[in-house]
Each structure stands twice: as structure tokens, then as C-alpha cells.
């Protein structure tokens, strides 16, 4: 079925063009344009200035409606401007339509705001092209495309405005080309306005150039493109061919040792890095706050570990910066990966590579210290090994010792067998000093694990200068290029491959990759991909083709992308394009590009269930906050990392019920108003605080219009700094899919007249799964309607009954007549005696059932009884060890053999025990 894969590529691509929408804009002054602003600054333009001063009092306005709509408008510069009439389905519409569009940021620095541009990103303006149809005397088919290869990009200086000029002379005879060459020429807004009245017949391009915000556009014309390359090859990659034909592919390496590192791993984690590693394509589950970014730059760093190149690519780029700040705080790895995602990538990479080809910023590693390195790192992961060995035996032995030194009655046998026990375990070392020595062991193994990944990498870079000097200076040489022209003849001569032995980890959103890299089948060993459930089969297709093996982390229980997409025009692509009858009769099933995510498609398609791994430990919210979800969506299945005695009883759900209505705009104002003063009295109470204890605050609601309603609210009632301080972020679900804040205000805008359709949309779980889980510390409700007055098993009703007020503390076991254990309480009596109030037996820690947990001077300890017959016999496994050390509780192995035969050395180590600072 290979053949199939350019049928299905032209599939994937028509669906994909029909969702597309371009930035495009008719008239500066249109509502689809706000903030608008006129300047002018000559050098600016042309790229020698990399920021340009703006007028205060209309940035500070821009600068806080950045902060409530960034994530959908964006502000762009509009150079060149295209005015006359034209006629529109029928009506005249007046045109004042940039030629470029340029996408530019603002900053604050130092009491200024300041914009800068992305060159690499600027387009030509398509509802220009299609004004501009009216003067095609020379038929061009596709006008845009073809403004597209002729006219200029990049810096508008003296050569480009000329050359700019001649092209569109020779297309458009009649447009009249006025003072282009005083280009960034001043004007004022009634200025331009009049210039536009005056424009009765004809169109004439003015060298003007302004400023304003736009709806950022749906879709990448870079993908557009890619995929019609690959539809028009022959090579695809393995990962592909993995998903789209029959073909079963072997796995692509054998089971690898691979090298320790930095930092502490779950036994998923583990999994996930030996599937990346051996497996054509693994899917990874990640629920909310289970450390997917974390997880992402462990397998970065593994494979980097093992001399491969790995690309990380999401749909939203901060996602993938998220990444890259964790591959250099927590792996401590700096300076490793490529942040294709920053717009000024290409100035720093280039920097970079000039120090590096002129021998600076290169750390020789000598080999000898490196070997060095590498035999300490052996000689720790030898000693770690021994000591887990040791511990697994010790705990057999307990057990063993523990039976017969509480048994009335021995046999001979017996006798002698504890008399041999006893011999054995005198003078041997304690349990939890071996367990100290493993925890030493451990830290010393990650840190020289830090120090081989880092002399890798210095390895790889130092010998990819030696060998690939060319390459990389043809690569400075393409990156300094102003036009894409020239950086693709640039690009053409360059071995990526060979590029990648110094460069190894690049990070991209997806969108921009054909900007970043070449289209190579296979040209990275590992393509991860993040956020799946958000990315269309379509969009990821360039990404996979660049792979040999591919990792997809998404979670299935959240929210899919969007598509506007009929089922009856799909099912024409499918059929125009002539898919496989077995495509063709599944297509819901199988590839439906409106229906599913990528994530989907990769969940149907693989071969093998353990290459589906979940990712099981929850970081990020208080136990109160995610058990609804954990129980409802998730099957119990998580293990809440952020649960001890310190917040079992912890309210931080809280309903506001109200009397609100929704109007018929679909607002609830009397919600809106709550909110505001809820938020007010946190900015009002943390403005004195250190900026690092300000309180992040999310509103969400299900609904647009409330959303919009709440924007403008917000807008008027804090100033920038305060939404700055606060990150506050505003929006529906699909808004905060991948966010996440300390306060989460929710207003459900449902009333007693609220319709079924409403219900009915609140009530799919993925829209009910992301409101309810983004908060960190504490989430309001705010609710116009009494809980009795909702559909009686609607989620909605279940989550208030059960989540609305305070949920009852973990239960704690009580002892019974026959469960009674006189060594848990002879250590519990002991441990009161320390001064300490707070034992708890049997206690939830992060999912795991502790014997005890003590609460000592505000700090929580776990104490893990072995030996003793009965319910606390058994020692934790080195893998629940592991999982409390990551969450920097400290935890004491107490044998009942020492506790007997050792009273006083065994009674003095649990005091100095409870002493120690959790990390």
C-alpha cells in the first residue's frame, strides 16, 4: 500500500488548504484591523535598526490588549499602501490594502516600548493580489504566487524598493507607483483617509507604512507547500510508512544500556526513553501537570547521550520553549538546542557559529579527562547497582527474621536458623544507612552524569568542526542572507546531516518548519512531537517525513483541533483523490482529517500496545483540584504527587453562587462582576509582594461571548502592569489547553433557563477535562443556578457535589482487634515522645500506602517498617523510593531485627532522622 501515500498526502493537503485563512486585510481601517497607528523610520525598515521607539500612550493601550488577545491576533507592520474602490460580491468597497505584512512585537524596556520586526516571517498581503486581478493584463494564473517569487522580501532598502518597482511597472502598466522611493514617507492618519477619497478611479501604491494588530492566520502556506513536495516524491520516511501503509517495520535498534542521567526518572519515564530509542513510533499519554515537558528533554538528552539528532516541534511555540528552558535548567545542558521558535533564531545561531569557526566558545574536552569521567560514571552506576542488590536481599532476610523472632514455639531447626540470623546481622551495616549510601550513590551518579553528557557534546561540536568546517560555514553563510532566494541556493549546497553532528537538538513550532530545515526523508533520527491531540494530520506530515522515528505525546481526554471542514466536502477529497477503498470506506475511522488529531490517528495505527506508555505521576495541582478528573476521566490511574498531610484537608475548590442571567448576547453580568472583584482583591493584597510570589489568575468560560465580555471588562479595569504581574489570560477552553495558572476563575454562564444544547456541550468531557484541571492552588467557581436545578448525572452537577465543598481527608486505616502490630506502635509512641503531634498510619503519600508519616516541626517524613508479620512487613519497593525522593520527602528504613536487637543505635538514628531538612 507505499503507492497509496502520495494519494493520501494530496487528501491530507486539499482538506488541510480548505481550513486554511490567510492574514489578509482590504482596508488599514477596516475592523478587521484595531490599534492602528501611522510612522515612519527609514532605517528601521531596511534592518539596521533591530527596534524602533513608539508613541507611549498607544503602546500601553496595544501592550494590554497583547495581553488578552495574544494568542489569537498578532500585531503586524503594514508596509506600502494599495488605495482606490473595487467591487466586493456585488458592493464598491474602498481598498487601502498593505502590499506587506511584517509581523512585529512589542517590548517595555526601561520605561519604553519599542517594536521590533520578524523579516523572516513577512508575506504579501492576498487580499492585495486579488484587487490587483483587475489590472492582470498579462492573465497570470495565480497572481499571488506569482507577486510571491517575484517581488522582494526582507529589509525594504534603496535595491529592493527599485527592483520592487520595475515588477510591478512591467505586470501593472496602469497602477501608478507613487514616490516609492521616499519610502517610509510620513503621513497622518486624516492624511491618508483623504488620499483615499481622492483615489476616484484606478489604484495607486502610496510608500506609506503603519502599524496594527490582525487575527493571526489558521494554517502555514510553508506547510501547503511541503506537502505537495512530498506528494509529488517517491521516498518516504519510516514513520511514515508505519502509519499510512500495511507495512510492520522492525524495530529500529536493539535494546540499548543507555547512559544515566541527571536526574531522577519514573519506571513510564524509563519505558518511554527505551521505546524512543528501539520503537518506529511511540505514543505517550499525558494527562494534565504529568511532567510532559520534562519527559521530552529527558528522551532529548538520551538520545543526545547516544550521538542522535533530535527535532521537538508543537503547534504553539511555547510549548517547545518550555522544553528547551528544562533541557538547560534541569539536564543543565545550555546552549545545546536550536530555539527555531524565536524570531530572533537565526541572528543568535549565526553568532554562535562565527564563535565557533573563529575557535571560540568551543570547550576542549581532553579525552583522558573524559574517559576519566566516563570510568567514575561506571564505577557509581556499578556501586548504585550493588547497593539496590543488597537492599533487595536485606529486605528477603527481615522478613525471615521477623517470623521467627515473633514465633512462641521454634523447632530446632528454627533455633538454629535464627541463631544464624542473628550471627548474620551482627555488625552489619543498618538498613537505612544503606539506603543513605544509595541515595549518595545516586547523586554522585547524576552528577557525573551532567559532566559525560556535557563532554559529548563538547566531543560531537569539537569534531564536527574538524570535519564539517565547510558545511557550517556555508550554513553562517546562508543565515546571514537577507532574501530567500539566496538562503535556499545556500541551503542546497549544505549536508544537513552532516550539520546535525554539531547541531543535534533543534526545536520548531510547527507552522515555520520549512523556514528552518530541509525537506530530507528520515533526516532526524528522533521527531517528537508535542501536544498532539491539537495538531491535524495534515500539519504533522512534514514533520514525520523528516524522521527515522517518531514520539507523539498528546492526551486523548483533551481537546482535539479544530476544523471547520464539512464530512460531505472531505469525502469528495477522498474520493477526488482516489484513496484506498480500504481509506475509503473507513474514513471516519481512519482519516478523518475534521474528526481527528494526530494524536488519534497514531493511537489507531500502532502495532503494538506497548508502544502506548502513560504518564501516571500528577506535579502540578493540589489533590482537591485533580481527583475529578482522576477518577472520572483517567480511572484512577494517576498518582497525585501533590498529596501529604500538609493539604488532605486543604479547601481550595470554592463555589460562588449567584443570581446571575444570561443575557441574549450571551453574557452573565452579574458573573463578570464577581469575578473582577475577586481578582481585584488579589492584585489589591499581593502589590506589596515580591514579584516572584504574585499569584498567576485565569478566567475561563465555556463561552465566546461571556469571554469577550470578561476581555473588555479587564481591559478597562487593571492596568497593563497588573495583568503583566499577574499573567492573567482570559478564554475558552481550546484558550488554556497547555496552560495552566495558580488561580483559576471559571464562570459557567449556565442559568434555570439555560437550554439542553447548552448541557449537552458542557457536558463532552474533553471541554469539561481542560476547564477543570488548569489550576495549581485553588479554583472559583462562579455559578447562576442552584446544583438541585442541573441535569441530575451531567458532569457539571457530579464535579459541584463532589468538588464544591470540602472533600473529606484520605481515610487513615484503624486498627481492629486482630490488626494490631505492637512494633508500629511501640515506633509511634517513640516518635510522640520526639514532641510531634501528627502520626498518621497507613497514610496516601503521591498513591503510595506508607506505614508511617509523621508531621514533625511543619515537615513530613515517611517511615517504612519492615519485618515485623502483618499488614507493614513488606519494604517499599526502590521504585516507590525513588518517587518520594523526587518529591523531596525524606523516608527511614526500619527493620524490626534492629529495632530488638539494637534498641538504642536504632532509636537514636529515627531521632537524628527526623531532624533532616526535606529537600
Known sequence: MANALPAITRYLRACYQADYRAVNLLNFFSTKANHQHLFTDEAFLQGTLETLPVDTDWASSLSKHTYLHGKEEQLYVHALFLVGRTQLLGKQRTVCAPLYLIPAELHHLQEVYQVSLDFSGMVINPALADVLQELNTGNIPSLLDHLNTILPTGPLDFEHLHDLELQLASIFPDLVLNDLDAFPKPISEQSLKQSIRKQKEGFTLLPHTGLAMMQKASGSL?????????????TFSPVLRELFTNDDLAPTNKKQTPTPLPVLLSKNQKAILQAAATQTITMVNGPPGTGKSFTIAAIAADRLSQGESVLIAAKNPQAVEVIADKLERDFQLPGIAIRATRKDYRKHLRRRLKDWLNGLGVKYVYPSDQKRVKIELDTFLSQTANLEEILALRADKELSMGKLMTKNYLSWRERFQRWRLRRAFDGITPMWELHQQLEQASHKLQHRSRKHLEGLFSECLTSALRTHRNELQQTWEALKSKTGNQKER???????????????????????????????????????????????????????????????VGDPKQLRHVSFLSRERQFGFAQRFQLPATELNNLQQRLSYRDHSL???????????????????????????????????????????????????????????????????????????????????TVDQEKELDSALHQSIGLLSPFRAQVDFLRKAVKEAFSTEELARHRILIGTPHDFQGEERDLMLISWVVDATTPAGTYRYLAKENVFNVSITRARAAQYMFLSVDVHQLPADHLLTRYLQTSGTVEAPPAIAQKSSFDTDPFLEEVSQFIAQQGTSTILENYPIAGLEIDLVVVYQDRTYCIDLIGFPGVYEMALPLERWRMLERLGIPCFSLPYSQWVNSPEESRQALKAFLSVTPK
Not at 222 to 234: D, H, K, M, R, V
Request: glycine share 4%; with cysteine; net charge positive.
Open 222 to 234: 510553508g506547510i501547503l507547500n511541503e506537502l505537495e513536495t512530498i506528494a509529488q516524491g517517491t
Open 599 to 681: 494524536l488519534d490517528l497514531v493511537s489507531n495505527r500502532i502495532q503494538h500496545q506497548q508502544n502506548i506508555i502513560l504518564l501516571d505521576e500528577h506535579f502540578r495541582s493540589l489533590p482537591g483540584i485533580i481527583n475529578f478528573s482522576n477518577v472520572n476521566f483517567y480511572r484512577s490511574k494517576l498518582k497525585i504527587m501533590t498529596a501529604h498531610p500538609h493539604n488532605h484537608a486543604q479547601k481550595c475548590i470554592f463555589l460562588h453562587r449567584l443570581n446571575g442571567e444570561r443575557d441574549a448576547s450571551g453574557h452573565n453580568i452579574k458573573e463578570a462582576k464577581a469575578i473582577l472583584r475577586k481578582i481585584r482583591s
Open 490 to 552: 545556500y541551503f542546497n549546497q549544505i549536508n544537513f546531516r552532516k550539520l546535525l553532528s554539531a547541531l543535534p537538538v533543534w526545536l520548531v513550532d510547527s507552522s515555520h518548519i520549512q523556514e528552518v530545515l530541509p525537506l530530507e526523508a528520515g533526516l532526524f533520527d528522533l521527531v517528537i512531537i508535542d501536544e498532539a491531540s491539537q495538531s491535524d494530520m495534515a500539519s504533522a506530515f512534514p514533520l514525520l517525513q523528516r524522521a527515522k522515528r517518531a514520539v507523539i
